[in-house]
């Protein structure tokens, strides 16, 4: 697989900025990004190619949820792995409007 330095079609909806560093990759093959200009973390979603994992706490639970395809993870060094749907997660638990629930977090590298 070949490694992009940074990804066009994307932007840090934090900035604005379409340039990110490539840091890491997790155990499931999940790339570990940061935003150059605000320094956020972020997460490439290897489920669909498209969208950024995002950290938000759901009725006091860490979630990590792609923005695009939805897939949801509980910890960052198990995004990739074996996780659950957003729509699964907040069923199973029957958590009313959930979207409006979350409070999201923004990482940033220490
Ligand atoms: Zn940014
Ligand atoms: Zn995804």
């Given at each position: 697989m070949q490694k992009e330095k940074?990804?066009?079609?994307?932007?840090?909806?934090?900035?604005?900025?379409?340039t990110f560093s490539f840091l890491s990759i997790n155990k499931h093959g999940v790339e570990k990004w940061k935003?150059?200009?605000?320094?956020q973390i972020k997460q490439w979603c290897?489920?669909?190619?498209?969208?950024w994992i995002e950290h938000g706490v759901l009725e006091e639970k860490d979630i990590y949820v792609c923005d695009e395809c939805e897939a949801l993870w509980l910890s960052r060094e198990e995004a990739g792995g074996e996780g659950s749907a957003w729509w699964k997660y907040t069923e199973e638990r029957r958590i009313e409007e959930p979207w409006k629930k979350v409070d999201w977090v923004k990482d940033y590298e220490k």
């Open positions: 940074n990804r066009p079609t994307c932007v840090c909806e934090s900035c604005e900025s379409k935003c150059s200009s605000c320094n290897i489920c669909c190619d498209q969208g």
